[in-house]
């Protein structure tokens, strides 16, 4: 955790309006981890039941949400459903919240928004209070649509193969950016999919960044092999400004989206 970052994140909610409410172990750590896997379920159950909270924001990616998933209670949410809000690691509570009364906001964790130029926050404000601003990308010129997204970090959506978790995926764009892997790595992972039978399932594929590739490998590079995987009737729209990068924007998933030809368009519009 960058305590700067998180400080300058919590500020800026503050200053916002938001009653901000901080986990008992947002500023710990065990490991690579924020506390155990029991101190940590607690955290996440007490603001999934909290009767006052709007949102259930993410301080970070990282490691360790899918440790979580088997011991959480939708009770409270169920009570009264909130906004999930964060990214990376997030994936797999999304995942488990798809069928959930929540809304569901792959945005800047909080310790980016008090970054310079990480995130552009009008979007992210209005995101918040349901108005969705188009994304911008690159993709078939006919309209697509419009199909609920689901979706996230690649390696996180990987090893949810298999698992309660793995998200419903017939009639909806299924969403992939990852940070960090290699061209190779990734190609692994999109061919474990693909073999899962996800990209015969999905209505169509969005691409958000991949970024921290090794030396020579291009975003390109992994477009061309969704392409391959994905069957040629099923669009594939790529260049959204959404996951580990710069000036990154907030996407909602499991919100119908349509692709116009030259950007993607949600409900609320």
């Known amino acids: ?27 710990e750590r065990r490991g690579y981890l924020a506390g155990t896997d029991d101190e940590r379920l607690q ?3 007490e603001a999934l039941d909290d009767p006052l909270a709007d949102v259930v924001w993410f301080a970070r990616g990282g490691y360790g949400t899918t440790r979580l998933l088997m011991g959480l209670d939708d009770g409270g949410l169920r009570r009264r459903p909130k906004t999930l809000c964060g990214f990376s690691d997030a994936t797999a509570l999304f995942a488990w919240a798809q069928r959930k009364p929540a809304r ?10 008090g970054r310079r ?17 188009p994304l911008p990308g690159k993709g078939p010129p006919e309209p697509r649509g419009p199909f ?40 692994r992972l999109l061919t474990h999919l693909a073999g899962a039978g996800w990209f015969e ?16 490998e291009r975003e390109e590079d992994v477009a061309l092999r969704v ?18 990068r710069r000036r990154k924007r907030p996407l909602p998933l499991e919100v119908p989206a349509r692709w116009d030809g030259g950007r993607l368009h949600f409900v609320s519009e």
Do not use: N
Request: proline share 7%; charged share 25%.
């Open 148 to 187: 609920p997204v689901v979706g996230g970090c690649l390696t996180l959506l990987s090893v949810l193969v298999g698992t309660p978790w793995e998200p419903a995926l017939v009639d909806r764009w299924l969403f992939l950016e990852d940070v960090g892997e290699r061209l190779y790595r990734i190609d």
């Open 201 to 216: 399932r999905a209505a169509g594929v969005l691409l958000g960044s991949f970024t921290g590739m090794g030396e020579g």
């Open 227 to 244: 392409r391959e995987l994905l069957p040629p009737e099923k669009p594939l729209v790529v260049g959204l400004p959404v996951g580990h």
């Open 104 to 113: 569901l906001l792959y945005a800047p964790s909080v310790q980016e928004l």
């Open 1 to 27: 955790m960058h305590r700067e970052d998180l400080e300058a994140g919590l500020g800026l909610l503050r200053r916002r309006g938001f009653e901000v409410r901080e986990g008992h172990f947002l500023r």
């Open 43 to 45: 955290d996440l159950q």
């Open 117 to 133: 130029g990480v995130c552009v926050l009008d979007p992210l404000w209005k995101a918040l209070e349901g108005r969705y601003l």
